[in-house]
């Protein structure tokens, strides 16, 4: 009845860890698009209503599609100059200036990384397979996704082993972490999804009851 207890409490933790942030994080993207759209809408209604007589209904229909073309249209472009030089820049500027500001510093940070961690656990349908090795030092144990093989004296592998390349995420954002390259007997290769291996690394562990279970 104990260790029954304990696994719902940790469940709930567990699950409280991942509600609270992505929950967080969709109601505020939701209030920004929407302020966004609503912006980008009003401009085009000032201009089309005085010269049509369209009915209301298609009218706002009208706006707000031209509302959200221009946000994506927006995004898009932001995006486009975020990946080039003087992009970064004023990214790096910007986030200098709100890293001052103490509250918005926490706010954006928390934001970036669960939106990073969005599109990184996409990502991870390219990944297959979950290995643990010793890091960072001998004794201790890391997960980490198998991303490939080298053989000795192919490509960057300038050594006489088989090596495999691993990226050890870090905990709670999995979006960052290590590039290692091990020798193939160094590696323990694990018997679960790397849905699982990515939920226990967010959730610092407190999944490992639910992962047993689903066995």
Do not use: C
């Amino acid at each position: 009845m104990k260790g029954f207890l304990n696994s719902i409490k940790q469940n709930f933790i567990a699950g409280i860890i991942v509600i609270i942030p992505f929950g967080l994080t969709a109601f505020i993207l939701y209030k920004l698009i929407r302020w966004i759209v609503k912006i980008f809408s009003k401009t085009p209604a000032k201009i089309l209503a005085p010269l049509t007589e369209l009915p209301q209904s298609v009218f706002e229909i009208i706006t707000f599609s031209i509302g959200i073309f221009t946000t994506l249209f927006l995004v898009l472009f932001i995006g486009a100059l975020a990946r080039n030089y003087l992009g970064r820049r004023l990214v790096g500027f910007g986030e200098v200036i709100i890293s001052k500001i103490p509250f918005a510093r926490t706010l954006y940070i928390a934001i970036k990384q669960i939106i990073e961690t969005l599109f990184f656990t996409a990502d991870m349908k390219n990944l297959k397979r979950v290995g643990m090795v010793e890091y960072p030092r001998k004794g201790i144990r890391s997960i980490g996704f198998i991303t490939g093989s080298t053989e000795p004296g192919q490509h960057h592998n300038k050594t006489d082993q088989n090596l495999v390349s691993i990226f050890i995420p870090t905990t709670p954002n999995p979006t960052s972490g290590y590039y290692i390259m091990v020798p193939k007997e160094d590696v323990i290769e694990l018997d679960i999804s790397v849905e699982d291996a990515f939920r226990l690394i967010v959730s610092a562990g407190l999944s490992t009851n639910k992962i047993d279970d689903s066995k």
